[in-house]
């Protein structure tokens, strides 16, 4: 299983992102993916997460500003970032379990700049 997260960059506050992770090697509509983000000098946080029928589930810190969604068809899942804020900044990565196991892709870094 690989996963390719792309999208990240450098945005003013109040600004907006949109990210993307392809996932390959397993059968992505079955999946339930998830973002993470980890700002330097803090623990992996959760951000959300998207099921396999499509129902959704977000931090606090996230909620009502961030967006996470997928298309089968091409075995990616976004993350619409809205009204960013200076504590956003953070490696952002997307993960998804097959058999139990966790696959990793690897992160894209977003700044958000004040």
């Known amino acids: 299983v690989q996963l390719q997260a792309s999208g990240g960059g450098l945005v003013q506050a109040g600004g907006s992102l949109r990210l993307s992770c392809s996932v390959s090697?397993?059968?992505?509509?079955?999946?339930?993916p998830n973002w993470f983000r980890q700002a330097p000098g803090k623990q992996r946080e959760w951000v959300a997460t998207i099921t396999s029928a499509g129902s959704t589930n977000y931090a606090d810190s996230v909620k009502g500003r961030f967006t996470i969604s997928r298309e089968n068809a091409k075995n990616t899942v976004y993350l619409q970032m809205n009204n960013l804020k200076p504590e956003d900044t953070a490696v952002y990565s997307c993960?998804?379990?097959?058999?139990?196991?966790?696959?990793w892709g690897k992160g894209t870094q977003v700044t958000v700049s004040s």
């Open positions: 090697g397993t059968i992505f509509s079955s999946k339930a």
């Open positions: 993960m998804v379990r097959n058999y139990n196991v966790e696959y």
